[in-house]
C-alpha cells in the first residue's frame, strides 16, 4: 500500500523549531519530487518547499532563511526543518510526492500521492 506519512507537528512558542518528517511506504521517495504544503484555516493551500529527486530545492519566500528541506533516501524520508517559527505558520503541513520536478511545485494536483497531514501550532 502506497502511503506518506507526516509527523513532527506540535504547539510550540514563537521562536521555537521542529522538524516534520514525511516517510513513505509502498514506493521509493529515491526517484520522486516531495513537496511540504500548508493549509491555514480560511486560507488556499501553498507550497512551502519542494526537493527534487537530484536535491534542486525551493522555498516559499514566507519561509526562506528559516525553513530547510531535506531528504533521507536511506530511510524513505524528507524532512522539514522548521526554525524561528512564528504565529503565522499556524497550519496543517502535509507532503505530497510526484515523479517529476516542475517549476510549478506548488500545485498541489500535480502530485501523484498525498500525505494527510500533520497540526503545527505556533503561540505568540
Known amino acids: 500500500q502506497v502511503q506518506l506519512v507526516e509527523s513532527g507537528g506540535g504547539l510550540v512558542q514563537a521562536g521555537d523549531s521542529l522538524r516534520l518528517s514525511c516517510a513513505a511506504s509502498?514506493?521509493?521517495?529515491?526517484?520522486?519530487?516531495i513537496v511540504w504544503f500548508r493549509q491555514a484555516p480560511g486560507k488556499e493551500r501553498e507550497g512551502v518547499s519542494c526537493?527534487?529527486?537530484?536535491?534542486?530545492?525551493q522555498y516559499a519566500d514566507s519561509v526562506k532563511g528559516r525553513f530547510t528541506i531535506s531528504r533521507d533516501n536511506a530511510k524513505n524520508t524528507v524532512y522539514l526543518q522548521m526554525n524561528s517559527l512564528k504565529p503565522e505558520d499556524t497550519a496543517v503541513y502535509s507532503c505530497a510526492a510526484g515523479g517529476y520536478y516542475s517549476s510549478s511545485w506548488g500545485i498541489w494536483d500535480l502530485y501523484d500521492y498525498w500525505g494527510q497531514g500533520t497540526q503545527v501550532t505556533v503561540s505568540s
Open positions: 526537493i527534487s529527486s537530484d536535491e534542486i530545492t
Open positions: 509502498g514506493f521509493t521517495l529515491d526517484y520522486y519530487t
